[in-house]
């Protein structure tokens, strides 16, 4: 069972960063902050934290409930093992197959981590895998509840899965040992407010690692046209993510990268995201996260057939993320 007991000597109140006690009758089970008294449910084994004010978190929250997160790339039943085994092998030969070392799993023994915006539970459950206390924070009701099934279902209780905005982490301040959050924070209102939660719950001496989208040398008026009129000829995208069929140009791509209904994207040159992370010592940035799994030569699935190393060369230099390795001074 999930220990929401436990947790206590890492969370905090959202809203004020008060201190939290556990409720637990037979009516109902809740945090409650012993400073502003604000009441947090715990439904489902998910503590809820998230409190939808904004409309734009809001129109955000609905378009990532409608396309969550590798639910869309396998056709395994929903929150199986082997769901879970497929998304293993997706995101260890496809996705991130040529960043997995980046992760570094190897080094989160008992450590604690929070992975923010935990989609589908893939870094949570590697994680909690290793040996960390693993938590992962997601605003939408899906992800929750496949980021707990990650963990549930292969008996890892070490971790937890928190519904709850980027913006305001239920955490208090520099508790955690590593953070990760790979593909999300362009997604949100406040980049930025984002990028200052995670510097405040990190230790001294922890470290994180985080992904953003990373603008590529095509993003300017002339290049967009060329590039995307290729993209449109190789591109076989699945339903929700046929978003470059709508973008007219670099400011829209942005957004429509990630399907038409997606209200929020943003990409970073690499002096912006020194920028961003001027509090962290960064340690080191690269790129990865080419889309070859979508391109098709005709019938040819150009993923399958493009030799390694020139696979590796393209998606370590042409990738839409930029993986960013920091740690806190
Ligand atoms: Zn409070």
Known sequence: MFDFEKVIQWIACPHCKGTLILVDTPQSRRYSCTSCRQDDPIIDDIPRFLKVDDPLLAQAKVHWE??????????????SKEYYEAQDVWRQEEVDTFCMDEYRFERLKGLVTLDIGSGSGWVVKQAAKHGAFSFGVDFTEKAAI?????????????????????QYLPFQTGVLDRVTSTGVLHHIPDTEKGIAEAWRVIKPGGSAFISLYGKLFFFNPILFPLATFFLRL?????????GIEHTEDYE?????????????GRFY???????LFSRF??????RSHFPFRFLYLGPIHLHKVMPRFLYRFIDRNLGMMVNVQLSRP
């Open 66 to 79: 409608d396309s969550p997160h590798f639910q869309y790339e396998t056709d395994q039943s929903l929150y």
């Open 146 to 166: 496949s980021t707990r099934e990650a963990l549930r279902t292969y008996g890892l209780f070490n971790g937890m899965a928190i519904q709850a905005d980027a």
């Open 234 to 242: 190789l591109l076989k995208a699945p339903a929700k993510r046929d």
């Open 252 to 264: 829209t791509f942005d957004c429509y990268m990630d399907g038409p209904t997606n209200p929020i």
């Open 269 to 275: 040159t690499y002096d912006e995201l020194r920028q």
């Open 281 to 286: 010592r960064i340690e080191r940035m690269s």
